[in-house]
C-alpha cells in the first residue's frame, strides 16, 4: 500500500505534470527544488508554523468529511429519473458504457473530441512512428550537413533538418485530410501571413500583423469558412438570377463544398492557428533587433540545455524563418487542432535538441494521468446530468436551492474538464513525439480563490501568449530596458494611482480580446467584461488592506483575505456561467431560484461560510500557496527596496519554499540599488522558481529579473526602481 501511494504522489507531482513548475529558472533536467538549498534550513526555522494539526482545521475536516459527499448526492438526486423534468431533457441522453446508465453527450464541443477517441489515438500512435521510420531511413543515408566545429551544433542542425522536413509534409498531408480543399484556403492566408512578416517594412510589421490577424478572425466568422457555393454566386452574372451556365456552376461549387474532408468547418479552430500565425511575424520583428553574437555562445549556455525561459527568449537564428519551418510551425500536427500554444522559438529550440524533460518515465506517467482524467469525467457524464438541464431551459423553481447551487458548481467543473481533457490529449501526443508545450490547466479550478491567479491558470499556455504578445507590449511589464529581441513595454507612470488603472485598462483590452478571440458574440463580450469589473475588488482588497499593516496580526489578516477570497470565487462563478454555460438571462433566472426565498437565502450564506472552509484550506495548500504570506512576502521585498537602513533582513517561508531577502549595503532612497554586494531572492510566488538577483557594475547597477510570466510581481518589483536587461 504504501508503494501504491508514493506512485500515485508521482502521478499527481508537479513534476509529471510539467517541469516548468519545478525548474523554470533552470534547464528542465533539473528538477531539484530552491528548497534544498541550505540556507533554506535557516529561513524554515522562522517560518510561521503549519496549520494542518490545529483545532480550527480539524472542524474543517468535519466540513469536508460530511458536505463533498452531500455535494455529489445533491446533484445526483437531481438527476435522478424520478426529477419531474427528466423527461424534458432525456432526449439530449445517449446511451453509455455503464450498465443501465445513460450518458450527457449534450455538449457539441466535447461530443466531437469524446466520440473521435479510437481514431485519434491511432494517430497519435502512428505520427510518432511514422517519424521513427523516416529518421531511421534518414540516418542511413547520407545526409549533407553544413561544416560545424561543435559536433552538438552539428548533431542539432540535422535533427532539425529531419524534423522540419518531416513536419512540413505530414502537415500538409494532415490538413487536407482534415479540410479536403479548404486546405488551400488555409495554405492562402498562411501564405499571406508570411509575406507580411517578410515583405512589410520592418516598423510596420507588428500593426500589419495584427490587422490582417483580427480581420481573419472576423472574416472567418462572418462569412462562414468562404464556401464557394457563396462566392460563385456573390459574383455570378444575373444579379442572383441562375441561368443554365450559372446554375451548373453553382452545383460544381456545391460538389467542390462536399469535398470538405474529416472537418469541414476548418474555420472553428483556426483561431488556434492566429496565434501562431502572429508568434512567427513578432519573433521574426524582435529577432531583427538582437545582438549578432551568440547568446548561447556569449553565456556558454549549453544548446542542448536549455530552459523553457532561454528556448523563448532567445531568438531562432535567421536562417530558420523560412517558408518551409513556418509551414512546418503552424501545421504542426499534435498542436494543430487546440494547441497548446508553442511559440516559433521554443518550437525551432526543441525540433533542435529534445528537451530533457521529455522522458518515457515522465511522458508514461502524464498519460496514466491523463486516463485517470478521462475515466474522472465520463463517471460523471454517466451520472450528474448537468449540462443537458442546463440545455433544456427547465423551470428552475422545481428544484432546491442546494440542486441549483450544484448544477451551477458542476457544470462549471464538466465545463473545466471539457477543455481539460482535448489539451492533455494533444499536449500527450506532443510528448510521445518528442516536443514539450506548456501545461494548459495547472490547477483544478476548485483550487483558486485569486481572480488573477485563476486567469493565469486557466488556458495557461493562451495566457503566456497573451502576456508575451499583447500585454508587455501594452506596458504590462512596466518600464526599462527590455530583454534583446523580446518585447518592449511602454514605460511605466510615476503615479500609483495611474499605474493602478493602467493594470486595469491593460485587463479590459486583454479579455477583450480573449472574448473576440473565443467567439465573436454578446456572450463572450459580457463575461469578458465582467472578469475585468470582477477583478477590481482583489485590485483594490490589497491597496486598502497592505500586508504591512497586518505584520503584527498573521491571523486576523488571513481571515480578511478569506472574507474577500469568498467574494472572489463567486464572481469568478458568476463570469464563467454568464460566458459558457447559462448566459445572461440563465443566470437571472438561477440566481432568482436561489434568493426568491429566505431558504434559499439561508442555503447561500451557509455557501460562503463553506467557500470560507474551503479558502482557508487553500491558503494551507502547498501547490497553491497562501496568498496572506505571499501578500506579506511581496511586502518584505517592498521594505528592503524602500528601506534607508544600513542592514535589512527578511526572511520568509511558504510553504517549503524560501524567501530570503538580504542587503548589507546603505539603500539611499525610494528608486535605488544595492550598491556592493549581490542580493539575491528566490521564491516560489507563481508556482515556479522566480529569482531575483541585483548586481553592482562599475558605471550603473544592472536589475536582472528571471521569470516566469508573473507579470503582477515584476511590476511590482520594477516599481522599486527595476528594469529589465
Known amino acids: 500500500m504504501p508503494s501504491l501511494f508514493a506512485w500515485l504522489r508521482r502521478v499527481y507531482s508537479l513534476d509529471t505534470l510539467d517541469t516548468r513548475f519545478t525548474s523554470s529558472a533552470t534547464p528542465a533536467h533539473d528538477t531539484r527544488p530552491s528548497s534544498k538549498d541550505a540556507r533554506a534550513n535557516a529561513i524554515a526555522q522562522g517560518a510561521p508554523p503549519s496549520l494542518w494539526r490545529t483545532p480550527e482545521f480539524f472542524v474543517y475536516y468535519i466540513f469536508f468529511i460530511t458536505l463533498v459527499p452531500l455535494m455529489f448526492k445533491t446533484v445526483i438526486d437531481a438527476s435522478k429519473e424520478s426529477n419531474p423534468i427528466y423527461p424534458k431533457y432525456s432526449d439530449l441522453l445517449s446511451p453509455g458504457w455503464i450498465p443501465g446508465r445513460l450518458v450527457d453527450n449534450s455538449d457539441s464541443q466535447y461530443a466531437s473530441f469524446r466520440d473521435n477517441i479510437p481514431p485519434l489515438l491511432l494517430l497519435l500512435i502512428l505520427h510518432p512512428l511514422v517519424r521513427r521510420v523516416y529518421q531511421s531511413y534518414k540516418n542511413h543515408s547520407k545526409v549533407e550537413t553544413k561544416p560545424s566545429s561543435n559536433s552538438v551544433v552539428g548533431a542539432g542542425e540535422v535533427q532539425l533538418e529531419q524534423r522540419m522536413r518531416f513536419d ?38 507588428p500593426a500589419a500583423t495584427w490587422t490582417f490577424n483580427l480581420f481573419i478572425l472576423f472574416a472567418n466568422e462572418l462569412c462562414g469558412g468562404y464556401p464557394l ?44 492557428t492566429v496565434l501562431r500565425l502572429i508568434s512567427f511575424n513578432m519573433d521574426n520583428y524582435w529577432s531583427v533587433d538582437y545582438p549578432a553574437a551568440s547568446p548561447i555562445e556569449k553565456k556558454q549556455l549549453d544548446p542542448a540545455s536549455l530552459s523553457d525561459r532561454e528556448r523563448v527568449n532567445i531568438p531562432a537564428e535567421p536562417a530558420a524563418f523560412t517558408l518551409r519551418n513556418y509551414i512546418a510551425y503552424i501545421l504542426y500536427s499534435p498542436l494543430y487542432l ?78 473545466w474538464l471539457k477543455l481539460l481533457i482535448p489539451w492533455r490529449f494533444f499536449r500527450l501526443w506532443a510528448l510521445v513525439d518528442g516536443i514539450d508545450p506548456p501545461e494548459n490547466m495547472v490547477r483544478c479550478m476548485s483550487n483558486n480563490y485569486s481572480a488573477f491567479a485563476f486567469w493565469r491558470g486557466w488556458h495557461r499556455s493562451y495566457n503566456r501568449w497573451i502576456v508575451r504578445y499583447i500585454y508587455i507590449p501594452l506596458g504590462g511589464g512596466g518600464g526599462g530596458r527590455r530583454p534583446a529581441g523580446g518585447p518592449k513595454p511602454t514605460s511605466p507612470p510615476k503615479s500609483n494611482f495611474m499605474n493602478k488603472f493602467l493594470q486595469i485598462r491593460n485587463f479590459l483590452m486583454v479579455f477583450t480580446f480573449v472574448a473576440l478571440w473565443h467567439d465573436i458574440n454578446l456572450r ?103 496568498w496572506p504570506k505571499k501578500r506579506m512576502a511581496e511586502d518584505a521585498l517592498a521594505t528592503i527596496c524602500h528601506s534607508t537602513e544600513e542592514t535589512r533582513r527578511h526572511q520568509y517561508d511558504r510553504n517549503n519554499m524560501p524567501l530570503e531577502a538580504l542587503c548589507d549595503e546603505q539603500m539611499s532612497g525610494r528608486r535605488t540599488w544595492c550598491a556592493g554586494r549581490m542580493f539575491h531572492v528566490e521564491t516560489d510566488l507563481a508556482l515556479e522558481p522566480l529569482q531575483v538577483v541585483y548586481k553592482a557594475q562599475p558605471a550603473q547597477p544592472a536589475f536582472v529579473v528571471t521569470y516566469d510570466d508573473e507579470i503582477l510581481l515584476v511590476e511590482f518589483i520594477e516599481s522599486c526602481g527595476g528594469g529589465l536587461v
Open 168 to 205: 512540413f509534409w505530414f502537415g500538409l498531408v494532415f490538413i487536407t485530410a482534415l479540410h479536403g480543399v479548404s486546405a488551400l484556403k488555409v495554405l492562402s492566408i498562411l501564405y499571406i501571413n508570411y509575406r507580411i512578416g517578410k515583405d512589410v517594412p520592418h516598423s510596420y510589421v
Open 229 to 272: 457555393e457563396r462566392i460563385v454566386t456573390l459574383f455570378a452574372p444575373g444579379s442572383g438570377q441562375y441561368g443554365e451556365s450559372t446554375s451548373m456552376l453553382v452545383q460544381w461549387a456545391q460538389h467542390v463544398d462536399n469535398l470538405g474532408g474529416l472537418m469541414p468547418r476548418w474555420e472553428v479552430l483556426f483561431k488556434v
Open 338 to 415: 487546440a494547441g497548446p500554444i508553442l511559440t516559433f522559438n521554443d518550437y525551432v529550440s526543441q525540433q533542435r535538441y529534445k528537451p530533457a524533460s521529455v522522458t518515457r518515465s515522465r511522458t508514461t506517467l502524464y498519460g496514466i494521468r491523463f486516463g485517470f482524467t478521462l475515466l474522472c469525467m465520463e463517471l460523471i457524464l454517466h451520472y450528474i446530468y448537468a449540462v443537458a438541464i442546463s440545455k433544456s431551459n427547465p423551470d428552475w423553481s422545481v428544484f432546491t436551492p442546494g440542486q441549483l447551487s450544484m448544477l451551477a458548481f458542476f457544470n462549471l467543473h464538466i465545463i
Open 524 to 626: 463572450l463580450l459580457m463575461w469578458g467584461w465582467l472578469v475585468t469589473l470582477f477583478v477590481l475588488p482583489e485590485v483594490l482588497g490589497g491597496m486598502l488592506f497592505p500586508a504591512h499593516r497586518w505584520r503584527s496580526r498573521p491571523t486576523a489578516y488571513r481571515v480578511l483575505c478569506g472574507i474577500g477570497s469568498v467574494g472572489n470565487v463567486l464572481m469568478m462563478m458568476i463570469a464563467n456561467l454568464v460566458g459558457f454555460a447559462l448566459g445572461l438571462d440563465g443566470l437571472k433566472d438561477l440566481l432568482a431560484g436561489l434568493t426568491g426565498s429566505y431558504s434559499g437565502l439561508a442555503y447561500l450564506i451557509s455557501c460562503c461560510v463553506v467557500l470560507f472552509v474551503g479558502v482557508q484550506v487553500m491558503f494551507e495548500y502547498p501547490i497553491q500557496g497562501s
